[in-house]
């Protein structure tokens, strides 16, 4: 019986705009070996439910479960506070309507605004701390693959600045935070002490954030990171693939052994 998987999705399953090569093939395995796997992603651009639009709308369907960055932020806030300032993507900030508040918020969301930042904006933010407002976070991500444009700058350095202007600690909770993960097993009904495996394109957020957990690694190279490894970061790897067939032949493998 195979490991339940984890599977990270930007980077893995869908490579800039476009499903990855042999995804069918690697969806029909995982249905077809009843494997337990979640699609998990740290971005805040779109809920679980655009997601799976967006498979359909390259004629793919997706079987499992999904959850993104933002539901989970949605959940986190719910029952917490009734007034948040929201920095995200105009694609889904209308699910926090029923919390926004930019006049004297109990906590600021952030997530992918790209190019929006600004100075302006960072004081704005710094003014809600100072005040008192929580300081949430979708993710940390230092830097992202934009279609088109290739590697750009991401919410993480930006989060960081503010956070040591305010000698405060952001509450993460997309990748690699321990509560994202949980929450993801949890919707195939694993438990985070059991072993559990991580297929992911990004070393810190998939693999050094799942192996502090000890999650059983794949770390794909059609993403983030690029050959060869330097040798400190092949601590927390287990496996190596080039592509959604490599990593097949890894689960094929495991199985069988």
């Not at 704005?124 to 940390?140: D, M, S």
């Not at 949890?186 to 495996?197: G, P, R, S």
């Not at 794949?218 to 092949?234: A, C, D, M, R």
Request: proline share 4%; hydrophobic share 40%.
């Amino acid at each position: 019986m195979q490991k339940p998987l984890l599977i990270d999705l930007d980077g893995v399953l869908r490579l800039g705009n476009d499903p990855a090569p042999d995804l069918e093939e690697f969806l029909y395995y995982l249905e077809s070996e009843s494997v337990n796997a979640c699609i998990l992603s740290n971005s805040s651009i779109s809920n679980s439910e655009q997601i799976y639009n967006y498979f359909d709308s390259h004629s793919i369907r997706i079987n499992l479960p999904i959850i993104t960055a933002i539901d989970a932020a949605y959940s986190y806030i719910k029952g917490k506070y009734n007034k948040v300032a929201v920095f995200t993507s105009e694609n889904v900030i209308s699910k926090f309507a029923e919390f926004l508040d930019f006049e004297n918020p109990e906590a600021v969301l952030i997530g992918d605004i790209g190019e929006m930042w600004n100075y302006k904006l960072m004081q704005t933010i710094f003014e809600y701390i100072r005040n008192g407002a929580k300081l949430i976070v979708v993710h940390k991500n230092k830097f992202w693959n934009k279609p088109n444009f290739g590697i750009q700058l991401d919410a993480g350095p930006f989060i960081h600045g503010i956070e040591y202007a305010t000698s405060s600690e952001a509450i993460l909770i997309g990748k690699p935070s321990k509560k994202y993960f949980k929450t993801a097993l949890k919707k195939i009904n694993v438990n985070l002490d059991e072993q559990f495996m991580m297929l992911g394109d990004d070393l810190e957020t998939d693999i050094n954030g799942s192996k502090n957990l000890g999650a059983e690694t794949i770390l794909v190279y059609t993403g983030k990171t690029n050959k060869p490894l330097l040798e400190y970061s092949q601590k927390n790897v287990d496996y190596e693939a080039n592509n959604l067939l490599d990593v097949l032949k890894i689960l094929k493998e495991k199985k069988n052994n």
